[in-house]
């Protein structure tokens, strides 16, 4: 979780500043894990008592629904870097 700007997860054990925004952060999570067979995964430097707001909770909570989104691609063989599911993007 320390990856993240401060600003995005405040609740970390080493708050860097100019960390990675949630919008790149995401796709780098989820595309290995839809590309090859993942087996394990973990959430580290995750400190919320350091957050009164609860958004690093929260960040952690979208982590891991992205890590096990790639897994569910993997399994439909969507191996696309950045999809988009069709009905909610408007294509097709």
Request: glycine share 6%.
């Amino acid at each position: 979780m320390d990856v993240f700007d401060p600003a995005f997860v405040p609740g970390t054990g080493t708050p860097k500043p100019n960390g990675l925004t949630p919008r790149k952060l995401f796709p780098l999570i989820r595309r290995p894990c839809a590309e090859h067979k993942v087996v394990g995964i973990e959430v580290v430097e995750l400190l919320p008592y350091l957050d009164p707001t609860y958004r690093s909770a929260l960040m952690a909570n979208r982590c891991i629904r992205e890590m096990l989104t790639g897994p569910a691609m993997h399994k439909k063989r969507m191996r696309a870097p950045h999809y988009l599911n069709p009905f909610t993007s408007g294509a097709d």
